[in-house]
C-alpha cells in the first residue's frame, strides 16, 4: 500500500462476486484488511442479515461477529446459496439465514480475551471524605478488571475473519455493547486509570492510539474496520500530555510527535480530503478552519438498518447519500445524534453535519497545535515549537474573529452554505470524475480529486445578519442586531477555489444561536486568556445558559429525543468544562468548577446506589437518574464515567456536602 498521507482514490473490485461492486475509497491510507472489511461491509450479505432483523435487539451485533471459515468461503457461498434460492442480492427466508450465520459466523466476543489486571489501591481513595463515597470509589476503580482486554491472537493471525483491528497493547472498553476501543472515550479513561495507578495500562492505550495513526494517517472513531472511514473527537495529544505528566519520559514525546503531526494535517491541512476548510471574516481576511466529514457514504454497519430507515423518506439516490455522509460525519463528532445537526433541530433526515465548523472541534485542534508546540520545545526542536505556535495562534484567532458569540458569552458554532460550495460536497461527490479502475482486488490511483475552480455565488444569511431570540429551528441566529431580509440576502455567499486545491473559500457563514455545552469546550482548549474579558464572559455565560442543573451540565436546552440533547448529562463534557473552569482565572469560575464537579459526582454515587452501575450517560435534571434516548439502549460499565468520576474525587476528594 502507498504510504503517503495525499489525495488518493483506493478503488476496490471483487470481480469474481456479484455480491460486491466497484468501490472507491478516497483518502488516507487504509490497510488492505480494512478495504477488503470495508467491501465486505457492503455486501448483500451483511444488507440481508440487517434488514431480517435476525439479531433484533442490536444492529452492531452482526458486525462484530468473528467469521469461522474465511471471508472467501463465506462469499462464495453466499453467492450460491443466493443463486440457488432465486434471491441474488436479497434476503434469504430467516430460516435459512440462520443456518447460513450459524455455519459461518461466531457470536461476537472471540475478539477479544479478558486479562487480570494488576490490583493495588491507589492512596486517593483513602483522603476521599466522606468514607460512603471513598468506598464508591474504591468500587469504580474496581470496574477496571472488569473492563479489561487484548484481542484475540485469531485478530493478529486471520485479521481477515475479524472486523477488530489488530491492536498491539491491552487495553479498557467502555462496556455493553462497546467491545472495542473508541477514540475519545480512550482519554478519559487513561485520566481515570492514571488516577487509579494503573499507568502502564494508560501508557499502553496510548501506544495503541499512535499506532493506529501509523495505519491511518488518523486514529478511527473506533478500533473496527467499520470504523475506520472516521475519526472522533481529536483528543489524542491530551492523552499524551497526561502520560507524560504522570511519567516523564521524552522518548514517549519522540514517538508522539511525528504522529500527532500526522494526525494534524488528516484534520487541517485539507491533503487528506474534506475537513479542512476556509472561511472569511468580516474584513475578508481567510482563516482556517476544520469540521467533522467522513468518508462513507453508505449507511453505517453498525446502525444499517437505522440509517435505512432514516433514508427512506428521501426520493433521490443522492440525497440518500448525502443522508449517510451526514449520518457517518455526526458519529465523528462523537455527538450521535444531536439537534446539533439537525436543520429543523428533531428529524434525523435534515442532518447537515458538515456544513457546520462546530466549536469544540476547532477548540480541541487548537489544543493539539498548543500541545504539538511545547512537546516539541521539550525535546529540543524550537523551529517545530515554533511552527505550532504559529499554528495555534492563527486557530485561536479565527475563532475569535468568526466564533466568538459575545452576546452568549461562548463559542458558537458556524453555519456554512454547502449546497453551494463544491468542495464541501461528500466524498465520492468529489471524486465522481475519476475512473474507477478494474482491477482483481485492491488497487490505488493518485492525485485525482478537488482540482476545482468554480466561482459561484449564492445566498445565505451572513454573521450579521440576525433575529431577536434564539430559539431552536431552521438557522436560529445568535445575537439581538435587527436583520431584514434584503440584508441577509445581500451578504451573501461566494465560493472560490482556495489556496489549496481541495479547499473551499466560503465568504457567507452564520452563527450558530443554539445553546450547547460544546459551546464551552474552548474555554479548556486555552481558547482565551486566563483573567480575561473573554473568560469572565465565558464563566457568565454558562451560568446564564440554562444547561446548569442539579444533575451537572446539561448537553443542550432541547429535548429532541436524541441521546447528546437534553436532558441528558455526559461525562466528557462535565469534566472539559470543569477543568476550563478552574483554570480560567476567573475567582467565581474556580467556585462554580467545585460545584459542577460535586454535582456530578453526587448524580454518579445515587445512580450506583440505584442500579449498582456506572452510566453511559445521566439526567441533568433528576441526581441519580440515568440517561436515555437516542438509537441503543442505555449502556452500562462504563469507561469514560468511572474515568471522570475517579479523577474528580482526585482533584476535590473533600465532598462532605454530599448528604445535604
Ligand atoms: O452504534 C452507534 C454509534 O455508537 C457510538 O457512539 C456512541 O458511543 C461511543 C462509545 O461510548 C461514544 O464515543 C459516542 O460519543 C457515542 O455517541 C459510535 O462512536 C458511533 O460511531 C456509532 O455510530
Not at 65 to 91: D, F, G, H, Y
Not at 181 to 187: A, E, G, L
Not at 402 to 418: F, T, Y
Amino acid at each position: 500500500m502507498h504510504v503517503d498521507c495525499t489525495p488518493e482514490l483506493v478503488v476496490i473490485e471483487f470481480s469474481s462476486s456479484e455480491t460486491m461492486s466497484g468501490r472507491k475509497f478516497r483518502k488516507h491510507r487504509y490497510t488492505k484488511i480494512s478495504l477488503h472489511q470495508m467491501a465486505w461491509l457492503q455486501t448483500s450479505l451483511l444488507q440481508s442479515v440487517q434488514v431480517s432483523r435476525i439479531y433484533p435487539s442490536d444492529s452492531k451485533h452482526f458486525v462484530d461477529m468473528c467469521i469461522k471459515t474465511s471471508m472467501k468461503e463465506v462469499l462464495e457461498e453466499w453467492q450460491s446459496t443466493t443463486a440457488q434460492t432465486n434471491v441474488s442480492n436479497a434476503a434469504l427466508d430467516s430460516q435459512h439465514l440462520h443456518a447460513f450465520l450459524l455455519k459461518h459466523f461466531h457470536d461476537p466476543g472471540r475478539d477479544l480475551v479478558t486479562l487480570e489486571l494488576q490490583p493495588r489501591v491507589p492512596d486517593f481513595i483513602d483522603v476521599i471524605n466522606p468514607r460512603s463515597l471513598s468506598e464508591f470509589a474504591l468500587e469504580v476503580h474496581k470496574l477496571w478488571q472488569v473492563l479489561y482486554r487484548e484481542v484475540s491472537t485469531s485478530v493478529h493471525h486471520h485479521p481477515q475473519n475479524h472486523t477488530m483491528l489488530p491492536l498491539p497493547r491491552p487495553f479498557v472498553i467502555p462496556g455493553d455493547r462497546f467491545r472495542e476501543v473508541y477514540y475519545w472515550d480512550s482519554y478519559w479513561i487513561t485520566l481515570g486509570l492514571l488516577a487509579s495507578d494503573h499507568t502502564d495500562v494508560a501508557l499502553g492505550m496510548t501506544h495503541n492510539m499512535l499506532t493506529l495513526v501509523d495505519l491511518f494517517d488518523h486514529v478511527p472513531n473506533g478500533s473496527r474496520t467499520y470504523y475506520v472511514n472516521r475519526s472522533q473527537p481529536p483528543l489524542l495529544s491530551s492523552m499524551v500530555a497526561a502520560c507524560y505528566q504522570a511519567r516523564a519520559s521524552k522518548q514517549l514525546l519522540e514517538d508522539a510527535l511525528p504522529r500527532l503531526i500526522k494526525e494534524w494535517e488528516y484534520w487541517c491541512e485539507g491533503t487528506c480530503g474534506g475537513k479542512a476548510v476556509i472561511v472569511t471574516d468580516d474584513s475578508g481576511k481567510q482563516h482556517r478552519l476544520s469540521r467533522y466529514c467522513a468518508d462513507w457514504e453508505e449507511p453505517r454497519p453498525e446502525s444499517y438498518r437505522e440509517d435505512l430507515e432514516i433514508a427512506s423518506s428521501l426520493q433521490s439516490e443522492e440525497a440518500k447519500r448525502k443522508l449517510y455522509h451526514n449520518l457517518a460525519s455526526a458519529a465523528e463528532s462523537g455527538w450521535d445524534f444531536s439537534s446539533r445537526w439537525l436543520k429543523d433541530g428533531h428529524t434525523l433526515s435534515t442532518i447537515r453535519t458538515t456544513q457546520i465548523i462546530p466549536a469544540d472541534l476547532n477548540g480541541l485542534l487548537h489544543r493539539t497545535a498548543a500541545h504539538i508546540s511545547s512537546f516539541a520545545l521539550e525535546i529540543g526542536d524550537q523551529a517545530l515549537s515554533n511552527a505550532f505556535k504559529i499554528k495555534a495562534e492563527e486557530l485561536n484567532e479565527a475563532m475569535k474573529q468568526l466564533m466568538w458569540n459575545n452576546e452568549q458569552g461562548c463559542w458558537s458554532d458556524l453555519l456554512l452554505d454547502a449546497d453551494h460550495c463544491p468542495a464541501l460536497a461528500a466524498p465520492q461527490e468529489a471524486a465522481k470524475s475519476a475512473e474507477t479502475l478494474s482491477a482483481a482486488h485492491v488497487t490505488e490511483l493518485s492525485g485525482t480529486v478537488g482540482q476545482r475552480s468554480h466561482a459561484t455565488s449564492a445566498t445565505v444569511p451572513a454573521a450579521d445578519c440576525t433575529v431577536a431570540s434564539p430559539r431552536l429551528g431552521e438557522d436560529s441566529p445568535s445575537t439581538t442586531s435587527q436583520c431584514t431580509t434584503d440584508a441577509c440576502v445581500t451578504a451573501g455567499l461566494i465560493i472560490t477555489t482556495g489556496p489549496s486545491p481541495t479547499l473551499a473559500v466560503c465568504t457567507g457563514r452564520q452563527l450558530s444561536g443554539r445553546v450547547y455545552a460544546s459551546n464551552w469546550v474552548p474555554l479548556w482548549c486555552g481558547c482565551c486568556q486566563p483573567g480575561s474579558a473573554e473568560a469572565e464572559s465565558a464563566v457568565r455565560g454558562l451560568v446564564g445558559s440554562g444547561l446548569l442543573q442539579p444533575g451537572g451540565i446539561m448537553t443542550s436546552l432541547y429535548d429532541s429525543g436524541q441521546q447528546w440533547d437534553a436532558p441528558n448529562a455526559w461525562a466528557p463534557l462535565q469534566h472539559m468544562i470543569v477543568c476550563g473552569l478552574r483554570q480560567c482565572g476567573v475567582p467565581h469560575g474556580e467556585a462554580l468548577a467545585a460545584e459542577l464537579a460535586s454535582r456530578w459526582i453526587k448524580a454518579n454515587y445515587l445512580g450506583f446506589h440505584a442500579t449498582s452501575q456506572m452510566h453511559e450517560k445521566y439526567n441533568a435534571r433528576a441526581p441519580g437518574k440515568i440517561g436515555g434516548g437516542g438509537e441503543y439502549s442505555p449502556q452500562v460499565g462504563f469507561g469514560w464515567s468511572n474515568g471522570v468520576l475517579l479523577e474528580f474525587l482526585r482533584m476535590y476528594p473533600d465532598q462532605n456536602t454530599l448528604n445535604a
